[in-house]
């Protein structure tokens, strides 16, 4: 049987804050931060931790975090545990980062909720629990969150946390999937290419891999390459294989690199 493929990111890299829009100069933030907006703490906070209109600086951001979340923001919150959890302008502690997220999480935000859910399954700062992990994400993906979607959908088909189920999983997955989510996608189209939780079906297979693949799913692309390769659920084409296969190698692939120089031969 094959190993269904599956993208969890570590927490570390996988931190989620806010986008912000800055509707005012830095001037005009300041003096909003310093006359107690916690918006415009958080946005200053976040000019300073990433050098926007100002000269980077982790510990001035870490302040203006730390002011706004004072004021119950939970973007703030967010941005402080993810401070902690990277170690910027302060030590490196998952216990304190988790402290601030489940600040965030108390307000319903789901971005804390799903955080929390990660570093229970990566036993960052907390013993690895992969049922309190499940209780975090539900909690997301229940609020539409693509990347909580998708990994329940990967609880599912690991049986980490629940019994392993590759409907359930491929409910998740579905639910991922029809909001953009790549990995999601991707892993439809593996579940139905090899037949695993689903009647296998190529056509179908294929008509994931081409939505991951659109967004630059670098697995994607080799799988769609190798259908066109062999003609699996579409007409050979061995010049759309390479097609595909060059697409994945320009994007780091090294096993499209390796089929599109095969192929080349």
């Known amino acids: 049987m094959k190993k269904i493929f599956v993208f969890l990111v570590a927490i570390s890299i996988q931190l989620c804050c806010f986008s912000p829009a800055f509707s005012f100069s830095v001037e005009e933030t300041k003096r909003a931060a310093e006359q107690g907006n916690a918006v415009s703490q958080l946005d200053l906070g976040f000019m300073y931790e990433f050098g926007k209109g100002v000269q980077q600086d982790y510990k001035k951001a870490k302040e203006w975090y730390e002011k706004a979340a004072a004021q119950g923001n939970a973007n703030a919150q967010i941005c402080l545990g993810n401070m ?14 988790k402290e601030w997220y489940e600040r965030a999480a108390a307000k319903d935000d789901v971005n804390a909720q799903y955080l929390i859910g990660l570093m229970y399954i990566e036993g960052k700062g907390v013993r690895q629990d992969y049922r309190k992990a499940k209780q975090w994400i539900e909690k997301a993906a229940a609020q539409d969150y693509s990347s909580a979607q998708f990994t329940l959908g990967v609880m599912y088909c690991r049986g980490e946390g629940v019994h392993q189920d590759y409907k359930k999983a491929k409910r998740w997955f579905e639910k991922a999937a ?33 939505k991951a693949a659109a967004q630059e799913h670098t697995k994607a692309q080799c799988y769609l390459g190798f259908m066109y390769e062999k003609g699996h659920g579409v007409r050979q ?14 994007n780091g692939n090294q096993q499209g690199c390796d089929a599109y120089a095969r192929l080349n031969r």
Do not use: I, P
């Open 178 to 210: 029809t909001q953009g989510h790549s990995s999601a996608q991707f892993n439809l189209g593996f579940m139905y290419k090899w037949g695993e939780g689903v009647r296998q079906d190529y056509r179908k297979a294929k008509y994931w891999f081409e």
């Open 84 to 97: 902690y959890v990277v170690g910027k302008g302060v030590r490196q502690d998952y216990q304190k980062a």
């Open 237 to 250: 084409d061995l010049a759309t294989a390479k097609e595909w296969y060059g697409r994945a190698c320009d």
